[in-house]
């Protein structure tokens, strides 16, 4: 079936490094989304990217969508201890129904 | 607050026992899911219900069984589970329509088997 790749499962960084994530597909996506899970919470939806190439930005975080909407990545520019969480990524099912499959998460850790 | 809630949020049950999950969403959604996320493997999906009809059964062991009485209320029936069972079972809901729906997501029950 279809996969949703993510990488890197853990990044641990120091305050105010920057941080990426990234999200891989072998088939074109229609849409993917991002979500984040704080420690002892539950997956929130971050946002979601639609068009080819498209960028969108939250405050420190960029978000964009490959040419080939076949990847994607987050970033997340002078990290700080609120950004601790797993991000996933997750994208509709080849069968385009309103199902998502989800990545595998990349669990962020920050030195204060 | 998402508008989803699942009780109780702790749950510590034995291996002969029997219990149930609840979900209830306040959202108007027509979609719902029950994941299994623990360490090993996060986000498992474990069932899908569209309209209260079940749509994917991902292979979930008979040992669970759900329930979904309208769009708004979804169960998970637990009976005879293993120490592995133990994890974060989460529900979310979606709208249920056009393509990779936006999930929304329960605070989870955390799950202990001894």
């Known amino acids: 079936g279809q996969q949703v790749m993510q990488i890197p499962q853990y990044q641990h960084v120091q305050e105010g490094e920057d941080f990426t994530t990234y999200c891989n597909s072998s088939t074109t996506l229609s849409n993917i989304q991002w979500y984040k899970q704080r420690p002892g919470g539950h997956p929130v939806f971050l946002i979601q990217?639609?068009?080819?190439?498209e960028v969108k930005k939250q405050k420190r975080l960029t978000f964009q969508f490959g040419e080939a909407k076949k990847n994607s990545s987050l970033h997340i520019t002078a990290t700080q201890t609120t950004d601790v969480g797993t991000y996933f990524c997750a994208a509709p099912g080849m069968d385009s129904s309103y199902k998502l499959i989800f990545g595998s998460g990349t669990r962020l850790l920050v030195r204060p | 607050e998402t508008g989803v809630t699942q009780t109780p949020r702790h749950l510590v049950m034995g291996m002969t026992n029997k219990k149930s999950l609840k979900c209830e969403q306040h959202l108007g959604h027509n979609a719902m899911y029950w994941y299994k996320q623990s360490a090993k493997k996060p986000l498992e999906l474990m069932f899908v219900y569209n309209f209260k009809e079940q749509t994917e059964n991902n292979s979930v062991p008979s040992r669970f069984s759900p329930e979904c009485p309208n769009s708004s209320h979804l169960f998970l029936h637990l009976h005879t589970l293993q120490p592995e069972d133990s994890a974060l079972y989460l529900c979310?809901?979606?709208?249920?329509?056009?393509?990779?729906?936006?999930?929304?997501f329960g605070p989870g029950t955390r799950l202990t088997v001894l």
């Open positions: 990217l639609v068009k080819s190439g």
């Open positions: 979310a809901s979606s709208q249920g329509q056009g393509v990779g729906d936006t999930q929304y």
